[in-house]
């Protein structure tokens, strides 16, 4: 196939579930060009070209350069396989980045918390003998409280105050003491490990065979680590607590599959947490599994999910938010994409309705966090149902 009919075919692999705005249109422009990407490396490697886009409600951009400039948006599930293929699309960029949500049973003293946190920060904890790197000052890093108001229809037994931990696991992203790290672009070992395949859409760094399988086992670990780290920084901060979720919104899955700014949905009685701006409330939700198939027909992926093959895929999605994600208030819309020895530019349509705007690096674009409308999204097509609305009380940056 053509270049542009690889690119066309992409185009029917993504599925957006998300909102009409901004973010989730620049999320909708890049994406389809690392799926065609994949499906060129699926069709070189002799593999049928199906890799899948699947957005969940809070599809935006990635402020992730190399991700970006790879082809990839966030908030959503990318699939190349069934999960027992050994191939590993490096480009993605798993680190193991998750919310670590805890009960208290009294509200801090916030004083206390700030000299705990700077104490955190001056020292030398470790575990598996591995320093601990505490990034609360970075991204969007965060210690947050909360009081909880249950809903009522929920049988089930929350404190009255709550913490959301958000933090990855900066300690695996280069060279380590344990072996390569998990990002390609920081790793040596990692970068001579991997294959760099030309496509008519960039180069992406893969993982094949046996060095697969051995990249997943380091990336499990490596999130068994993210998890653990959260719940020292919360025995440290806090002393006591009741521990109520600790998932990760980006990761791999399997081989073959990575949430990128979304949950995962395993079992069903897991709470997740859903965060969205300091100003609004979070919420402790459940998932539903998804999506159904009355979502998949109303949102038009039917026949079309079908056609292609990958109908279970939708099915098996089961993935929600994991926030509001980034939106761009000057922005309306892409109204097209231009591209110039292999560098993608984006023309988008302004909101004041004057000119137009390049840009092709979006990380420095100013932005807003989305609010309710995500959630009130993720209950549209009932891939949630809420447990507790989490109130504001203070947040923690240092």
């Not at 402020?63 to 790879?70: D, E, H, I, L, P």
């Not at 993608?344 to 807003?368: A, C, H, T, W």
Request: proline letters at 4%.
């Amino acid at each position: 196939m053509k270049r542009e009919e690889i690119l066309q075919n992409a185009k029917g692999y993504c599925f957006f579930i998300g909102l009409n705005d901004s973010g989730a249109e620049l999320c909708r422009a890049n994406t389809v060009y690392g799926i065609a990407a994949i499906h060129y490396i699926q069709h070189q490697l002799g593999m049928s070209p199906n890799a899948t886009f699947i957005a969940s409600p809070d599809m935006t951009i990635t402020r992730n350069t190399n991700r970006w400039k790879s082809g990839f948006g966030y908030g959503g599930k990318i699939s190349w396989g069934e999960g027992e293929d050994e191939l590993i699309i490096l480009d993605t960029k798993p680190n193991a980045c998750g919310m670590l949500v805890g009960g208290l049973d009294k509200l801090p003293d916030i004083e206390v918390l700030i000299r705990r946190l700077h104490e955190m920060e001056t020292s030398k904890t470790q575990i598996d003998g591995v320093t601990l790197k505490w990034d609360f000052y970075k991204g969007n890093h965060f210690v947050d409280i909360f009081e909880v108001e249950p809903v009522v229809k929920f049988d089930i037994n929350l404190p009255p105050y709550a913490f959301v931990i958000h933090g990855s696991a900066d300690e695996f992203r280069e060279d380590n003491k344990l072996g390569f790290g998990i990002y390609y672009d920081k790793s040596k070992q990692l970068y001579n490990m991997a294959e760099h395949i030309k496509t008519p859409f960039g180069t992406l760094n893969i993982l094949k065979g046996n060095d697969a399988k051995k990249y997943f086992e380091k990336y499990k670990y490596v999130e068994n680590f993210a998890k653990r780290k959260k719940i020292k920084g919360a025995e440290l901060l806090f002393e006591e607590f009741t521990e109520i979720s600790n998932e990760t919104h980006q990761g791999l899955i399997n081989m073959n599959e990575i949430v990128l700014g979304c949950h995962y949905l395993r079992n069903l009685n897991t709470l997740f947490s859903i965060t969205l701006r300091g100003d609004l409330p979070a919420y402790l939700v459940k998932g539903n599994p998804n999506l159904s198939p009355q979502s998949i027909e109303l949102l038009g992926f039917e026949k079309r999910a079908k056609r292609l093959g990958v109908y279970d895929r939708l099915i098996n999605a089961n993935i929600i938010p994991h926030g509001g994600g980034y939106v761009f208030p000057d922005i309306l819309t892409v109204s097209k994409v231009i591209e110039v020895e292999g560098k993608r530019y984006f023309e988008v349509e302004m909101q004041n309705d004057r000119g137009k705007k390049i840009i092709s690096e979006v990380r420095e674009l100013p932005y807003e966090y989305r609010g309710r409308n995500v959630v009130l999204r993720a209950l549209e097509t009932g891939i949630i149902d809420i447990v507790a609305k989490l109130i504001p009380q203070y947040v923690l940056k240092t």
